[in-house]
């Protein structure tokens, strides 16, 4: 049984899962049962990186409906994103670039674009980027918001 089938059955359970740091916490503390205690235990590393991972799935979504991006696109390039960082993969998005702003690259020229106007179809463009800075810091700041939710939402 992998940690996805872990959390439904902590949602079916009526349990919420967080990570605090290196830490996870069960809520309600009242329904938890000694054989679920060592069953999140056994899988705590598994669970750790599942949701770690779905929170900067869930900043990087959020960050794209903020610049108005349609949910089904916003929704298809995280998920991208999110299968990227799974793989020894170095090319980046523009989305992910501390140079990018909606639809316009500030440091174009370095980017070896003629003008700095960037469109969706190349922003959401895995590519190697010469002029490429991560944007990280204000991603991480998000998925960490984004981190403690219920598991309900794993379903």
């Known amino acids: 049984m992998g940690a996805r089938d872990l959390l439904k059955d ?3 359970a009526g349990l919420t899962l ?3 740091g290196a830490s996870l916490v069960v809520r309600p ?7 679920i205690r060592v069953r999140v235990r056994d899988a705590k590393p598994e669970l750790l990186v599942l949701l770690s991972e779905d ?5 990087r979504r959020e960050r794209l409906l ?7 696109d916003a929704e298809a390039l ?9 793989e020894p993969e170095f090319r980046v998005s523009c989305i992910e670039c501390r140079h990018y702003r909606p639809g316009r690259c500030s440091d174009h020229r370095r980017a070896a674009l003629q003008s700095p ?8 463009t895995l ?3 010469p002029a490429f800075v991560s944007a990280c810091k204000d991603v991480s700041q998000a998925a960490s918001a984004a981190t403690e939710r219920t598991v309900r939402s794993f379903d």
Request: hydrophobic content about 35%.
């Open 66 to 72: 903020r610049w108005g991006w349609p949910v089904p």
């Open 18 to 20: 967080s990570s605090d």
């Open 117 to 124: 106007d960037v469109g969706r179809d190349l922003a959401g």
């Open 29 to 35: 503390a009242s329904l938890l049962t000694d054989d």
């Open 78 to 86: 995280a998920q991208r994103l999110a299968r990227r960082d799974r």
């Open 55 to 59: 929170s900067l799935t869930t900043a």
């Open 10 to 12: 902590l949602a079916r």
């Open 127 to 129: 590519q190697r980027c």
